[in-house]
């Protein structure tokens, strides 16, 4: 009915920009660019990262463009630093079983080339991957016993919000709950980061095909969306498309509408043609799946989606505020030199 979705630092964090978080105190090599607790982060560490930001952008940065995104890479690693000294600290490590368990559910979905493909994609070794999982889990780990433990939310704080915010669960129209597959025919379109991008019409049919058979085999559409979609912004999520209103979906494609509109919930389409009305040039393919609808009216509070809505937006509140207060104790119980900073201050200095 309603999604919440997680900040962009939150996703830069569980990135792959965690990859440069080695900051080896005794071996160096390179500029330092920074310190935390006696620990080193380097000028190649902040490169690999920008580089990967950076990646597929059309535009080249500005020298201050530049500059601006390599110093919020550089307070990311620092604060990624100060969480995994006090993950150390605490005995909350990610163990290898995890890790291991953690690999196997990313492997799932591919073959073993198209995974070697997807990591060489990424400029990434399958070594450097499970690194990368290892923090990542061992983060969640200290961020789940420091702060999210903390956080509780009562009956009588889900009924404050809904009292507070009644008119949010009005809903005026019917809504449609909705997953799809996307296959581009062009060949220079962002998409997800997925191995066998298609590069002709001839390609996209042939995916999508494959796909379909999938669906039809029994596969999790799910997963085939996080293996076949090329829609960037939902692959990820195994394919949902949020709530769509119902005068919405009416004035989408005639083709996309009508499927769905025929479907029962659970149920997804057959492979529908994306065209481009004025050229009837076939643009793309999808698969869409309804996950259910939702008739129109006033929500009460005591409907399960409801609760679950106000229980996810009370708990990022509050473990956003306490993150924020944690963050903060963390490094003022540190100690933490940011060269960079220095450089670009006197650097603004010197100007005239």
């Known amino acids: 009915m309603i999604q919440s ?34 620990n080193k982060i380097l000028r190649s560490e902040v490169d690999k990262a920008l580089a990967k930001q950076i990646a597929g952008t059309p535009q080249k940065l500005t020298a201050e463009q530049e500059q601006n995104l390599r110093l919020q890479i550089l307070q990311q690693l620092i604060s990624f630093q100060l969480y995994l000294q006090k993950a150390e600290k605490l005995g909350v490590v990610a163990s290898d079983d995890e890790i291991e368990a953690k690999l196997s559910q990313a492997k799932a979905p591919y073959t073993k080339e198209e995974f070697a493909k997807k990591l060489q994609e990424l400029g990434m070794t399958e070594a450097d991957y499970k690194q990368d999982m290892r923090r990542q889990l061992t983060i969640e780990k200290l961020f789940n016993k420091e702060i999210a433990s903390k956080v509780t939310i009562s009956d009588g704080d889900i009924q404050n919000y809904y009292n507070e915010h009644k008119a949010q669960f009005n809903v005026i129209e019917p809504q449609y709950q909705l997953a799809h597959i ?5 060949p220079n379109v962002p998409t997800a980061a997925i191995p066998g991008k298609a590069q002709n019409e001839t390609e996209a049919r042939n995916r999508i095909q494959e796909a379909h058979n999938r669906l039809q085999s029994g596969e999790n559409f799910a997963d085939v969306a996080a293996k076949f979609s090329e829609d960037a912004d939902t692959a990820r999520s195994g394919g949902e498309l949020g709530p769509t209103p119902e005068s919405q979906l009416k004035n989408t494609d005639p083709a996309t509408r009508d499927a769905v509109l025929r479907l029962k919930p659970n149920q997804f389409t057959d492979v529908i043609p994306i065209v481009n009305p004025a050229t009837q040039k076939v643009l793309g393919f999808r698969i869409v799946k309804l996950l259910g609808r939702e008739p129109a009216g006033q929500r009460d509070v005591s409907d399960p989606e409801v609760q679950q809505f106000i229980r996810t937006q009370l708990r990022n509140q509050r473990e956003q505020f306490l993150r924020s207060a944690y963050d903060e104790s963390l490094r003022d119980n540190a100690e933490v030199h940011n060269y960079y900073v220095e450089q670009i201050l006197k650097g603004f200095g010197t100007q005239k």
């Open 5 to 38: 979705h997680n900040s962009r630092l939150w996703a830069f964090l569980l990135g792959a920009a965690v990859v440069a978080l080695t900051g080896c105190p005794n071996k160096v090599s390179g500029d330092v660019m920074a310190k935390v607790n006696g």
């Open 182 to 186: 996307f296959v581009s025919t062009q």
